[in-house]
């Protein structure tokens, strides 16, 4: 392995889910729904892989009818208009719209901001770029409004603002954030677009949450600000919007000129997508409104349901505003130590979880907090509980 690699070695996730299979416990680890997106969209793939569509190389840049679906998708909820021709690229998954696009914008020697703690392959995919990440900490924070506590992870614009420097390339931004559950609110968006403006940044931003919001937080795309929409390129995934992790099928949109630089390395790495499914997203983002609506309903109770039972289980519980992921201080189990207690976990209570220190390069900072995911059957959480109720 080379030394960009070295570092790395195996993904927490492919650890955790065989940890989870070996020692029968269930799996809040990897964010992976255990129940299937919906069955007219399954039958759109069906049908598409019967008719011949999509059977053998699809176009590079995907389908004509994903990316206009695409395209429309963000018109509709967020009014970015983007041509379906220029300005859209389907990829492998959001995966490989990290990659491609980390790939295709980089430098070697140039620094990229990224908020700690941030999902994995980011790291990964600056290194084998060539870049260097440098990471802002999304701090914990607590207030108390009207008797009730909120907890958040949030950004310190100061030390986003002193990261910067005449190297940097790059902000890598991800809201709905994986795994603090952090939706960045326009106050700090505005200010990242600030920043990028004044600084002449290109902006990335993972947004395959974007569905997963909940109460009162609201998903508002970096691209929707001022002077962004240029400068920004937005990644989206069905894997994460419609419960079809292993579909791999994500998007990137973005003006001509970055969406043929992203396009430049997505050739390169899996040339084009899988097919069939490309028709069957496509129908998928034209679900109406109540899908979503229905689907973040459900995530909503589940979302109550395990932060509810962690808390009584004994966590501090930073109650998420986006996304399928809780993430949970481990200190007043007395413990701090979040990797010990994930490899103890099977063991002890018959569950898998994250430590988010993985996530993190300031180790120390992440050390004591753990990511449950919730995107599992109801039964399945309660079970979970019971089994986590019995460590205090
Ligand atoms: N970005 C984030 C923040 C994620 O959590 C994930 C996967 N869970 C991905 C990207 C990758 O998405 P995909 O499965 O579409 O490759
Ligand atoms: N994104 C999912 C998570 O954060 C897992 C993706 C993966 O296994 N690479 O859990």
């Known amino acids: 392995l080379n030394r960009r690699l070295a570092e790395f070695g195996t993904t927490i996730f492919a650890e955790m889910s065989a940890l989870a299979l070996s020692t029968g416990s269930i799996n809040l680890g990897q964010g992976f ?19 011949g569509r999509g059977n053998q190389y699809p176009p590079g840049p995907g389908i004509p009818e994903l990316r206009t679906a695409i395209a429309a998708h963000q018109e509709r909820r967020y009014g970015l208009t983007y041509a379906p021709d220029t300005e859209v690229l389907v990829t492998a998954g959001a995966t490989e719209a990290i990659a491609a696009t980390l790939l295709a914008l980089l430098e070697p020697g140039d620094e990229v901001i990224a908020l700690e703690p941030y999902y994995d392959s980011y790291a990964a995919c600056i290194a084998m770029a060539g870049g260097t990440r440098v990471p802002v900490t ?3 924070h607590e207030e108390t409004r009207d008797g009730v506590v909120h907890r958040r ?26 795994p603090t559950g952090t939706v960045l609110t326009r106050a700090e968006l505005t200010a990242i677009a600030e920043l990028a403006v004044e600084r002449d940044l290109l902006v990335v931003t993972d947004e395959v949450y974007e569905h997963l919001v909940f109460g009162e937080a609201e998903h508002i795309p970096l691209a929707t600000l001022p002077g962004m929409r240029g400068r920004t390129v937005t990644i989206g995934s069905a894997g994460k919007s419609f419960s079809f992790t292993g579909w791999k099928v994500g998007w990137v949109t973005a003006s001509p000129e970055l969406v043929t630089a992203v396009r430049s390395a997505k050739q390169f790495l899996t040339y084009v997508s899988s097919g069939p499914f490309q028709y069957a997203v496509a129908e998928a983002l034209a679900l109406p409104d109540t899908y979503f609506q229905a689907f973040g309903a459900d995530m909503l109770a589940k ?24 993430t949970t201080d481990i ?29 993190y390069d300031h180790r ?18 309660e079970e979970a509980v019971s089994r986590l109720k019995t460590l205090a």
């Open 364 to 381: 120390e900072a992440g050390a004591p907090f753990v990511r449950f995911a919730f995107c599992k059957k109801t039964s399945v959480l």
């Open 138 to 140: 999304l701090r914990p």
């Open 303 to 326: 979302r109550d349901l395990l932060s509810a039972g962690l808390t009584e289980a004994g966590f501090k519980v930073f109650q998420p505003a986006g996304t399928y992921f809780v």
């Open 153 to 178: 992870f949030r950004l310190d614009l100061d030390e986003l603002r002193d990261a910067v420097t005449d190297n940097t390339r790059l902000l890598l931004i991800n809201t709905p954030h994986n």
């Open 331 to 359: 200190r007043p189990l007395g413990e701090n130590d979040g990797f010990a207690f994930c490899r103890a976990l099977p063991e002890r209570a018959g569950v898998v979880a994250i430590p988010n220190a993985v996530f």
């Open 33 to 51: 729904p255990d129940t299937d997106g919906p069955e007219v969209i399954r039958e759109a793939a069906v049908r598409a892989l019967r008719d």
